[in-house]
């Protein structure tokens, strides 16, 4: 069972570059979700995506592009990587954001942007 | 205890004592919330989750308790063990979103 995967686990990034961070989950869930975690300031919801074809801003979407072509995959663009972008980002689904379900993580991305 | 926007508050915790996390939410909308457990270089892992309607839920180990007069949640472990060392997070589910509290680390004095 592999739940929640996330590619790359570690990247480093010049400032401008752009790249995408990967999240696919094989459980059917409907509700994705990106978070970032940086230290003292917990996690914070960039956008989530309510099933395939639907996306929406959460807490702190700038500099930040998603889509759901698929249920399974849901990516993360950075268009032009800023040094406030470096942080741990997690990916997470759940069967379904209006039921009173937990949330599975992946294993996180830890993103330098130098 | 711990509330968004503040420094990750640390509770030092003999083995073998309870441990107490609190966690003040901020929504009087939302209707489910949920504790997860962070270790190290990991992501969150689900403990126990609560709905809205009840006051008080208990696992293996773990009790939850909500307190809706006072936006209030706390999760007690008992018989703390090094194993438990980690940082712990509460989250509250409202419309669509689900939203994080700073977290609390534990660590477990042997």
């Known amino acids: 069972n592999a739940g929640v995967t996330q590619t790359p686990k570690f990247q480093v990034l010049k400032t401008g570059q752009s790249m995408t961070l990967q999240c696919a989950q094989d459980?059917?869930?409907?509700?994705m979700s990106w978070y970032r975690q940086d230290p003292g300031m917990g996690l914070r919801l960039i956008h989530y995506?309510?099933?395939?074809?639907?996306?929406d801003q959460g807490e702190v979407p700038n500099g930040y592009n998603v889509s759901r072509s698929t249920t399974e995959d849901f990516p993360l663009r950075l268009l032009s990587a800023a040094p406030s972008q470096t942080s741990v980002y997690f990916c997470?689904?759940?069967?379904?954001?209006?039921?009173?379900?937990?949330?599975?993580f992946g294993q996180g991305t830890r993103l330098t942007v130098v | 205890g711990e509330s968004v926007g503040l420094h990750l508050p640390t509770l030092s915790v003999q083995e073998g004592d309870n441990s107490i996390i609190n966690c003040a939410y901020s929504n009087s909308a939302s209707d489910y919330f949920i504790w997860y457990k962070q270790e190290s270089g990991k992501g969150p892992q689900f403990i126990i989750d609560?709905?809205?309607?009840?006051d008080k839920r208990q696992g293996q180990r773990v009790t939850v308790l909500l307190n809706k007069t006072v936006k209030h949640l706390s999760l007690q472990i008992a018989a703390t063990q090094p194993g438990d060392s980690a940082v712990y997070f509460c989250a509250e589910k409202g419309y669509q979103k689900v939203t994080f509290g700073t977290g609390t680390k534990l660590q477990v004095i042997p």
């Open positions: 459980m059917n869930h409907e509700y």
């Open positions: 609560i709905r809205s309607n009840m």
């Open positions: 997470a689904s759940s069967s379904h954001v209006n039921q009173e379900t937990e949330a599975f």
């Open positions: 995506s309510v099933g395939a074809g639907i996306t």
